[in-house]
């Protein structure tokens, strides 16, 4: 029989996104990338990758597609995924993730998959319900369980995607052996890191629903970001306090400040007792134009230079396909399909 997972490297840690917008925006980089970046400092081996293959989830246009999966693999090298550490590579250069992808299909019932509430949303919201959007938690669960990956860093939207990975990976090694496949923790990233639409603060800044004004975009110019923080609705009181229920745009502004610059929200509120919106306003734009402004450079730099970053991904891709090569080999063998002929 083909090997059990290895247990001799370090802990596997995977995470992706989707290549959804034209730029990941502050959100993006607060409540997800930044964690990456960081754990890619601890005791892990890290497996990023831009989930091209679930975007086909939503129709797009070609060159939009291409275009918007460079532009991702960009940014998130840009905020710090160092592509010598991390495995940083495209869904779609790893062909396993569809071939596994299969095999946990045909161990998920209808009935399972029509209860995802992710699933059911973009329904009621009216997306057009392919079969792939249907069969986007199966996919999810390949991307997981081939790398054996101990930890997935996710927002809690994706909390019920990885409770199905972890069902999925029990029912596999309950049919056909223990040591199948890993059965991964969740790591679902902090409430508070969530990052409010400049413009109604009471819903999340997203790529795919907030208007333009209400998102901070990792490519904008210095100009439009200190515009948009200047213009961010807050409320009509004039006291800096952080109370996410009466205040929401004050909180957001903190919240985002604190995220970036490390100092703790109550002395920033301290810091701004007696002081204006307006100045703490200035102080956001001045930190977040301190944090896009190099990284902006870093991936225009990189997007400059195609093939650099097509070097990045070809090493990434090699080092997931060897990981994702040895787990379909085991899972194969496990449900009586013959070895890869060559
Ligand atoms: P999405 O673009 O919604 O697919 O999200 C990609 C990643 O960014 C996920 O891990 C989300 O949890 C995170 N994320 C998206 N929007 C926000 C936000 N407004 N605040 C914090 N994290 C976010
Ligand atoms: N569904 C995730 C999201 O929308 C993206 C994703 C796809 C993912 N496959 C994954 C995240 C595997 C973590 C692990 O954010």
């Known amino acids: 029989m083909a090997g059990m997972p290895s247990t001799t490297t370090l802990p596997r840690i995977l995470s992706g996104m989707q290549p959804t917008s034209d730029s990941l925006h502050i959100g993006n980089h607060i409540g997800a990338l930044a964690n990456w970046v960081k754990l890619q400092d601890e005791a892990f081996e890290p497996y990023y990758f831009v989930a091209n293959l679930h975007a086909l989830t939503v129709p797009t246009d070609p060159a939009v597609l291409r275009r918007r999966t460079r532009v991702t693999a960009a940014q998130f090298i840009a905020a710090g995924v160092d592509p010598q550490h991390s495995a940083l590579f495209l869904q779609s250069d790893v062909m396993e993730h569809p071939e596994l992808g299969w095999v946990m299909m045909c161990l998920t019932g209808h009935g399972e998959a029509s209860r995802m509430t992710q699933f059911k949303d973009k329904v009621a919201k009216g997306q057009n319900a392919n079969v792939g959007l249907f069969a986007y938690p199966m996919l999810m669960a390949a991307d997981i369980l081939l790398y054996d990956a101990a930890y997935v860093p996710v927002g809690e939207d994706q909390r019920q995607h990885l409770e199905v990975t972890r069902d999925l990976a029990d029912r596999f090694n309950q049919r056909f052996g223990e040591g199948g496949l890993l059965v991964p923790e969740p790591y679902i990233l902090k409430e508070s890191a969530r990052i409010m639409d400049l413009t109604d603060p009471t819903s999340k800044m ?26 961010a609705v807050t409320d009509t009181e004039s006291e800096v306090r952080y109370d996410p229920e009466t205040k929401p745009g004050v909180s957001n502004l903190l919240v985002i400040h604190s995220a970036l610059s490390g100092e703790r929200i109550e002395e920033l509120e301290r810091r701004f007792a007696g002081h204006g919106y307006g100045e703490l306003k200035a102080e956001v734009a001045d930190v977040v134009v301190g944090v896009v402004a190099p990284f902006r450079a870093r991936m225009e730099e990189l997007l400059g230079d195609p093939a650099e970053l097509d070097r990045i991904l070809s090493a990434g891709a090699h080092r997931a396909r060897e990981v994702a090569a040895t787990t379909m080999a085991r899972v194969r063998d496990r449900i009586g399909l013959p070895a890869l002929r060559g």
Do not use: Q
């Open 206 to 231: 997203s790529g795919t629903n907030s208007p333009d004004k209400g998102l901070i975009l990792l490519s904008d110019t210095d100009t439009r970001i200190r515009k948009k923080v200047m213009s």
